[in-house]
Structure formats: structure tokens, C-alpha cells
């Protein structure tokens, strides 16, 4: 049971370039986060998405976009990279937001580096 | 506005002493809280969660909380921390507005360090 995977593990881009980070989760889960934790800054969220077919802005959506593909996946793109976006990158599931008390279940992060 | 205020950000403490993080959030119609555990470069994992019930939940590794509403606080404990319990650690609460509406809200953290 592999939980929540993401990739790449880590990244380096060029300012301007454009990259996709994926997520997927195999525990049958409704709704998908994405969080960008800073130090100081605790997380943020991005992007969410409560339910298959649905997605909402967070705190901090510009320069982001997100696709649910699936139950299982959530994909998080950064169009055109700036070096404000580096960061590293969480993603998460949980059972149901809407029912409340779902903890959340997290992958192990990527590791964005934006020269 | 609805927050949640880790109030230490960093703790040091030897192994085998006790130790206390604490968490106080802003009043709310209902909450749901949550610890959460990172240890360095992993995912967040749950450690313990009220919801409802028992004031005085218990966790994994040893860890329990209690939920304290009149303080609005939710204090994590151990009696005898390992140097394997060095890690950040994030308090979050579900906030239930008057409106009905949730929001997850987190703390900012608190570096526990464990040292000899």
C-alpha cells in the first residue's frame, strides 16, 4: 500500500521553464491537496480538489494550474517558472472534505529549485 | 480571522525529559484537531486527532493531547522524549465557522530537537 506518491523527487528549472508535478494516491480518497511548505511559512495550499471532477483555489493559486485526472490523481503545472515558486512542493488526500475530521494522508514532497 | 498559533517555535530538550508543544486556535462553532509529525525530508504523518468524545486523546509514539476548550487550546505531551522524536511538528484544526463553512487551518510549526 503505497499511500501518496509524487514525482519527480527532486527538480531544478531555469526561470520561465514549465514542469508538471504529479500525485497519486491508491487509498480510494475523494478529495487531493497541494501544499508548498517555506521555512517560516509553515504550508500553504495551493490548489484543491474535494472531489473527482472539481477544483478550487487555496491561499496562493497564481502561477499555478491543476488537473484531477482521476480519483486517483492530481497534477499540479507551473506554466512559466519564477524563483519565487521554489519551494517544496506536498501533496495530500483525505477521505472527504466536505464531512470534516478526515485526516490528511501526504506524499513525501518534491523539491523545487527555480534559478 | 480564524488562526492557529504554534507558540513555540523551536524547543530544545534532553532525551528523556517531558515535553510540551502547544497549540492555541481561535474560538470557533466546532473544531476537529489534528498533530501532525514531519521528520526531515518526509511527508507530514498523523499523530493524533480529536474529533470528539474523551478530551485526552492518545497517540503514536508515545504522544497524547488534550483538548481543552475553554482555553481553546490543544497541548501536545510526552513524559520521556527519544532522540528519534527530533522532528517539526504542526498542529491543525478544522474551523467551523457560524456560516457552517470549514476550513482547515495549520500552525507554523515547532522544531522539537532531542539532544543528548
Known amino acids: 500500500n503505497a499511500g501518496v506518491t509524487q514525482t519527480p523527487k527532486f527538480q531544478v528549472l531555469k526561470t520561465g521553464q514549465s514542469m508538471t508535478l504529479q500525485c497519486a494516491q491508491d487509498?480510494?480518497?475523494?478529495?487531493m491537496y497541494w501544499y508548498r511548505q517555506d521555512p517560516g511559512m509553515g504550508l500553504r495550499l495551493i490548489y484543491y480538489?474535494?472531489?473527482?471532477?472539481?477544483?478550487d483555489k487555496g491561499e496562493v493559486p497564481n502561477g499555478y494550474n491543476v488537473s484531477r485526472l482521476n480519483k486517483r490523481e492530481f497534477s499540479l503545472r507551473l506554466e512559466s517558472a519564477a524563483p519565487s515558486q521554489t519551494s517544496v512542493y506536498f501533496c495530500?488526500?483525505?477521505?472527504?472534505?466536505?464531512?470534516?475530521?478526515?485526516?490528511?494522508?501526504f506524499g513525501n514532497g518534491t523539491r523545487l529549485t527555480v534559478t | 480571522a480564524q488562526s492557529v498559533t504554534q507558540l513555540d517555535s523551536q524547543v530544545p530538550v534532553f532525551e528523556e525529559a517531558p515535553v510540551e508543544l502547544r497549540c492555541n486556535y481561535s474560538?470557533?462553532?466546532?473544531?476537529?484537531l489534528f498533530w501532525y509529525v514531519q521528520y526531515p525530508n518526509q511527508g507530514l504523518q498523523l499523530l493524533l486527532k480529536?474529533?470528539?468524545?474523551s478530551t485526552l486523546v492518545k497517540g503514536i509514539n508515545g504522544f497524547e493531547a488534550e483538548f481543552n476548550k475553554s482555553q481553546t487550546s490543544f497541548h501536545l505531551r510526552k513524559p520521556s522524549v527519544h532522540i528519534s522524536d527530533t522532528a517539526e511538528y504542526f498542529c491543525?484544526?478544522?474551523?467551523?465557522?457560524?456560516?457552517?463553512?470549514?476550513?482547515?487551518?495549520w500552525g507554523l510549526g515547532t522544531s522539537l530537537a532531542v539532544n543528548p
Open positions: 495530500a488526500s483525505s477521505n472527504n472534505l466536505r464531512q470534516g475530521g478526515s485526516p490528511l494522508h
Open positions: 474560538s470557533s462553532v466546532s473544531v476537529y
Open positions: 487509498m480510494n480518497h475523494n478529495s
Open positions: 480529536y474529533l470528539s468524545g
Open positions: 480538489s474535494a472531489s473527482e471532477g472539481t477544483t
Open positions: 491543525a484544526v478544522i474551523l467551523t465557522n457560524a456560516g457552517n463553512n470549514r476550513k482547515l487551518i
